[in-house]
C-alpha cells in the first residue's frame, strides 16, 4: 500500500498514478514496537543446557480511521465518521530453561519460559465512537474502557530447529516462540501486591 502511495495521484482519475484514497478509509494503520532487555548475569550455558533472562516490551498503536477521512476527505456535512483508537501495551518478563542437541543432520532445541507479566493496558470500545459534522457544529459521541492489569503469570515454549551447512554453506533453520503461551492476571499475585502501589502512583 505504501509503494502505491508514493507519488500517487488521489484527485485525477485519468491520471497513470491515480490512487483511489477510498480504499484506504477502511484500513487499520498500526504502529508496532518491541523492546528487549537480556538482564546481565542471568543468561548462562553449559553444554546442551542454557537459562537466559529477557524483559520485553511490546507497545501498538493505531491511527484512528476518523483522521485519515479528515486528511483525505476532509468532513462532509451529516457524514457519519466512526472513531476507533487501536491501543496496547504489554510488559513481560521471560526466563527460560532451554536443552539442544542433535539427531543426524538436524539440529534441534526446545525451550521452556515462566512469564512474569509486569503491566498491561489496552483499550477497548464498549460503544460505538462517532463524529458528525453538520452546518453549524461538529458532535461526537462513543465510549471507551481501559483494561489494566499488573502481575500476570505464565508459561510458553520456544521450538527451533537448524540444519549443517550443505550446498555451498546454505543452513536452513524455523523456529516457532510462544507456543501455548499466555498469561493469567490475578488480583491476587504475589508480584501485584508488591508492586501496585508504585504503579498506580506512577500512572
Given at each position: 500500500v505504501i509503494n502505491s502511495l508514493n507519488g500517487a495521484d488521489m484527485e485525477d482519475e485519468n491520471s497513470s498514478k491515480f490512487f483511489d484514497k477510498s480504499m484506504l478509509y477502511d484500513s487499520e494503520l498500526l504502529f508496532s514496537s518491541e523492546f528487549n532487555l537480556p538482564l546481565p548475569l542471568l543468561n548462562l550455558s553449559?553444554?546442551?543446557?542454557?537459562?537466559?533472562?529477557?524483559?520485553?516490551?511490546?507497545?501498538?498503536?493505531?491511527?484512528?480511521?476518523?483522521?485519515?477521512?479528515?486528511?483525505?476527505?476532509?468532513?462532509?456535512?451529516?457524514?457519519?465518521i466512526d472513531f476507533n483508537l487501536p491501543l496496547s501495551i504489554q510488559s513481560v518478563q521471560e526466563t527460560g530453561f532451554t536443552y539442544s542437541n542433535k539427531f543426524k543432520t538436524i539440529h534441534y532445541g526446545i525451550t521452556a519460559k515462566h512469564l512474569l507479566g509486569h503491566y498491561y493496558a489496552d483499550l477497548e470500545m464498549i460503544d460505538s465512537a462517532y463524529f458528525v459534522t453538520d452546518t453549524s457544529s461538529l458532535r461526537g459521541s462513543g465510549g471507551f474502557l481501559m483494561n489494566q492489569g499488573i502481575g500476570g503469570s505464565g508459561f510458553g515454549l520456544d521450538l527451533g530447529i537448524l540444519t549443517e551447512k550443505f550446498l555451498g554453506g546454505w543452513q536452513f533453520g524455523m523456529s516457532i516462540t510462544d507456543l501455548f503461551g499466555n498469561i493469567k492476571w490475578k488480583n491476587d499475585s504475589i508480584f501485584r501486591e508488591s508492586l501496585e502501589e508504585s504503579v498506580h502512583a506512577f500512572l
Open positions: 553449559y553444554k546442551n543446557f542454557a537459562f537466559t533472562s529477557s524483559m520485553h516490551v511490546f507497545s501498538e498503536i493505531g491511527m484512528p480511521q476518523l483522521l485519515l477521512q479528515f486528511m483525505l476527505a476532509g468532513n462532509t456535512i451529516n457524514e457519519k
